[in-house]
């Protein structure tokens, strides 16, 4: 039978045509948001109720590995960050906390000058965000445990970031697995992220196809040659790990790309890698500026 072809005319429309599009084989529906970086967006746990993510990233731990810490999450009420976990989490929704950032008020402010400073930033997190909690040491979101950690690194080089995720894994094996992810910049290799990928503990990836001139060019000239050279470096460097197509939620991000496009053009080929993972979203204010439009989207076939 003919493939029925849908006319897509404008932003919202694609959010009832998409149905009568053939399901793209290898998907597996999962997808990851971040959330933390605009007051706008709504809470966590509306995030989570929309029944869109699989995975919510915190955005971000921020100031680390000279004796501070911090995480900034841009005007949202911190007391109630800990019970929307729990909920998110009742839900089957992992929640990780992104260390790092790309620009904000407090993002030049991380690096791990030597081994040691890795170590006390991964102690810190284990007993501050994970599973951990030693005397004396705070915890921003209560007794909520986090499923992980997510690297954001811009900023300070890659130096002593495997120290970290092998601290990190290291305390998998005293209760519930730290869940441990990469976000880099789409062109491969990206230098600030080779230390930590390079131990092989990083399960999941998340280059991000948007805002990096090298590979988000995929919606510029119909020619997505650097898009896709990125993508099969990434998920054939790290075939043990699950590579996520990381996608701009809002039309406004450069490297946009429109869920049509999206639907016949990238997730076919991306899903037929064996590592592929899903899809990762930035962010969640750009998705809920059109009420998830992005996310609801694609949804049905990633």
């Known amino acids: 039978m003919a493939r029925q072809v849908c006319l897509l005319t404008t932003l919202v429309a694609v959010v009832f045509l998409l149905p009568c599009l053939a399901t793209a084989t290898g998907k597996t529906g999962e997808i990851a948001v971040f959330w933390g970086r605009n007051k706008t967006e709504g809470s966590l746990k509306d995030a989570c109720d929309t029944g869109v993510y699989t995975t919510v990233i915190i955005s971000f731990f921020s100031v680390f590995g000279h004796g501070s810490y911090w995480t900034d999450l841009s005007g949202h009420d911190v007391s109630r960050v800990g019970a929307d976990i729990k909920h998110c989490q ?79 894994a290291g305390y998998s094996g005293r209760g519930k697995p730290v869940v441990l992810t990469a976000t880099p910049r789409c062109g491969y290799p990206d230098a600030n992220a080779e230390a930590a990928l390079g131990t092989g503990l990083v399960q999941r990836i998340h280059p991000r196809f948007y805002n990096d001139a090298a590979c988000s060019d995929y919606m510029d000239d119909g020619k997505p040659a650097n898009f896709w050279e990125a993508w099969d470096a990434w998920t054939s460097r790290f075939p043990a790990s699950k590579v996520y197509v990381g996608l701009a939620a809002a039309q406004t991000t450069d490297g946009w790309i429109n869920p049509e496009s999206l639907f016949y053009g990238v997730m076919p080929r991306a899903q037929a890698a064996s590592n592929y993972g899903g899809a990762m979203l930035w962010d969640r204010s750009g998705d809920s500026a059109y009420d998830g439009y992005y996310g609801k989207a694609i949804k049905s076939f990633v």
Do not use: C, E
């Not at 007993?127 to 979101?141: I, K, M, S, T």
């Not at 499923?147 to 690194?153: R, S």
């Open 90 to 168: 009742s839900k089957n929704i992992l929640v990780l906390l992104s260390a790092g950032g790309d620009g904000y008020q407090y993002s030049y402010q991380y690096s791990l000058p030597t081994a040691r400073s890795a170590k006390d930033v991964a102690d810190h997190l284990w007993h501050a965000y994970l599973g951990g909690g030693r005397r004396g040491v705070f915890r921003p979101f209560g007794d909520a445990v986090l499923d992980g950690v997510d690297l954001y690194i811009d900023h300070g080089g890659p130096a002593n970031y495997d120290v970290l995720v092998k601290r990190l």
